[in-house]
Nanobody
Framework: QLQASGGGLVQAGGSLRLSCAAS????????MGWYRQAPGKQRELVAS???????NYAGSVKGRFTISRDNAKNTVSLQMDSLRPEDTAVYYC???????????????WGQGTLVTVSS
């Protein structure tokens, strides 16, 4: 289970921090990250981090967003600075993980948290 928090309404140029915690019978989490889906658009990758801290960012957020992760706590966070109206979307936490009951890793999604950036 992935539980995300931290969305809200912010003015352009402001900051928000999203957090996500994974729980359950987790054997190992491989990649963790954030996706977003704006109205009428497809879900897209925002940022991800591998278990050994290798990051991947969407070009539109590079230099503004920072992903971090705590492997011991099974958490991932997204610090979003210099927010723009086009960052408005529902943000979803994602984890590629293996549980004690699965022979292979699976893709898990959080419930989504709304980020609204006003101009």
């Amino acid at each position: 289970q992935l539980q995300a928090s931290g969305g809200g309404l912010v003015q352009a140029g402001g900051s928000l921090r999203l957090s996500c915690a994974a729980s359950g019978n987790i054997f190992r989490i491989y990649d963790m990250g954030w996706y977003r889906q704006a109205p009428g658009k497809q879900r897209e990758l925002v940022a991800s981090m591998s278990r050994d801290q290798i990051t991947n960012y969407a070009g539109s957020v590079k230099g503004r967003f920072t992903i971090s992760r705590d492997n011991a706590k099974n958490t991932v966070s997204l610090q979003m600075d210099s927010l723009r109206p086009e960052d408005t979307a529902v943000y979803y936490c994602n984890a590629v993980a293996r549980t004690y009951y699965s022979a292979s890793s699976l893709n898990y999604w959080g419930q989504g948290t709304l980020v609204t950036v006003s101009s």
